[in-house]
């Protein structure tokens, strides 16, 4: 598990992305719960839930970015049926 950690953690640095982040996040809590010790497992699942808010708000920008590349999508066709129209 500490290779597929890494391996993870560092596709991240190159390059975030949601399902990346939440794939981490599952990680970190499987992690958490192979952990004897308590306060360790609390460590693991605290970095599961910041991984966990990070994808989710990348996934509200990710959406935001698609509707506003729709409304310009929309906006640029209406254009042009309206020039089409002269």
């Known amino acids: 598990m500490d290779l597929g950690l890494r391996s993870i953690e560092r596709a991240l640095e190159l390059k ?3 399902s990346s982040m ?3 996040n599952l990680l970190y809590r499987e992690k958490g719960k192979m952990e ?3 306060d ?3 460590l693991w699942v605290a970095g599961a839930e910041v991984w966990m808010k990070k994808a989710a ?3 509200e920008e990710q959406k935001k970015a698609e ?3 729709k409304a310009e999508d929309e906006k ?3 254009g042009q ?3 089409a129209k002269t």
Do not use: V
Request: net charge positive.
């Open 16 to 18: 975030p992305d949601f």
């Open 22 to 24: 939440a794939y981490i």
């Open 36 to 38: 004897a010790e308590a």
């Open 40 to 42: 360790k497992q609390k």
């Open 57 to 59: 708000l990348m996934r």
């Open 67 to 69: 509707e506003a590349k």
């Open 76 to 78: 640029a066709q209406q």
């Open 81 to 83: 049926q309206g020039k």
